[in-house]
């Protein structure tokens, strides 16, 4: 068949973390250009939001869906999702971020001490690893399941209405059933991407660990066993890979216009190039000018979808994260050239209560990652907030 336009398709590709949807990703946008898929969007996004922002986009949306309790399935839309063992998928997160200093300074801290048995499933982002899967799928189409039972049932009746459900562990018939959904050739292998490398094998665990771990993914673990009978049952006859997987793409690749590619490593710095305030009201608004100073070889660059914001943290005097997503204070220019210092006069909004605080000044590549993840220093400042 003769390519003759984009893929025209309307998918969303429901990423549940740490099932290879990095690397699924990267394959789809190398098969149908970058016009066509959404780069990975850190930090996920509600499902309707996802639909207005990118639908009229492109033709995937690939990001961490999170769904409004009962609002179910767009009927324009077919979706995918891959599922992974789930003590396996627990590991695999926790020691990312801890490998990696992934995810905030609390999840950082709170995996650790997880991880070192000193400290509990009650950090910032622990719904990670404490059954994920069940609880992502059990309120798509139902708002409010009550018992354990009902949430397994729930999550599994949801998962069933996807067009394409992959297991991590049999990763090359995922890759051929979306191939099928979407007419492409399968890859027999994809490049990885985001792995987890300094980890143990979830076999070796300490008993101690394992035993933890297992406790808080009893509904998954659950879960995970009727979803592989399931696709066991419909390995000869299954629904969701019906037809050949087609020998050539065909479609035409479509390269989005002014594509710039995520920010992945960066070195520079953002100082307050003023004076640094000592104290703020409480629920005051103010500014404080800084400098970005880009010390790379390369230019940064955003564009319409990832564009480059300053934004800020508010720690406790603990270190605790109280505030993650700070208000954002656009730049006045798309780029900042290498070895140059853009100088930003950034509104913050202090906390409401008073009290002695850390206020963390940094940028982010709205929906890739915030730049002190990737190398950026970021300026801390110490805060009194008076009443």
């Not at 910032?124 to 039972?149: K, L, M, V, W």
């Not at 949801?158 to 890759?175: L, N, S």
């Not at 400098?291 to 390369?298: F, L, S, Y």
Request: proline residues 6%.
């Amino acid at each position: 068949m003769k390519s003759l336009k984009a893929f025209p398709g309307r998918v969303i590709f429901d990423h549940i973390p740490k099932t290879a949807g990095t690397a699924v990703n990267s394959w789809l946008t190398e098969a149908l250009g970058t016009g066509c898929i959404t780069q990975p969007l850190a930090g996920g996004g509600q499902h309707r939001e996802l639909i207005r922002a990118y639908g009229g986009d492109y033709s995937i949306i690939s990001s961490h869906v999170s769904f409004i309790p009962g609002e179910g399935f767009d009927p324009r839309y077919q979706y995918m999702t891959c599922l992974r063992e789930p003590v396996d998928r627990v590991i695999s997160w926790l020691y990312f971020v801890v490998s990696n200093e992934a995810g905030t300074p609390s999840e950082y801290s709170g995996a650790k001490l997880f991880l070192e048995g000193k400290g509990g499933a009650d950090f910032p982002g622990a719904e990670n690893i404490s059954n994920y899967t069940t609880e992502h799928f059990c309120r798509i189409f139902s708002a409010n399941p009550q018992s354990d039972d009902e949430k397994v049932e729930n999550a599994f009746a949801a998962i069933r209405q996807y067009d394409v459900v992959g297991i991590y562990e049999d990763m090359p018939r995922f890759i051929a059933d979306i191939a099928r959904l979407i007419r492409i050739p399968a890859s027999e292998q994809i490049n990885r991407r985001n792995v987890t490398s300094d980890r143990p094998d979830s076999r070796q665990l300490a008993p101690s660990l394992r035993k933890r771990i297992v406790a808080l993914n009893r509904l998954d673990l659950r879960l995970h066993e009727r979803i592989r009978a399931w696709k066991a049952s419909m390995q000869d006859n299954d629904a969701h890979s019906s037809g050949d997987v087609p020998a050539v793409v065909e479609w035409q690749k479509h390269e989005e216009t002014g594509y710039i590619a995520p920010m992945t490593k960066v070195k520079g710095n953002i100082f307050v190039s003023g004076v640094a305030p000592e104290s703020l009201a409480a629920g005051s608004k103010s500014r404080i000018d800084v400098e970005i100073v880009n010390a790379d070889d390369a230019a940064w660059v955003g564009d319409r979808l990832r564009p480059l914001t300053a934004s800020y943290h508010w720690l406790e005097s603990s270190g605790e994260m109280l505030t993650f997503n700070g208000l954002r204070t656009p730049l006045p220019t798309e780029k900042i050239m290498p070895g140059k210092k853009l100088p930003l006069s950034m509104q913050v909004q202090a906390p409401e209560n008073t009290g002695t605080y850390q206020l963390v000044l940094t940028l982010v590549q709205e929906n890739v990652t915030w730049l002190e993840n990737i190398g950026f220093e970021p300026a801390v400042l110490n805060i009194e907030v008076t009443g």
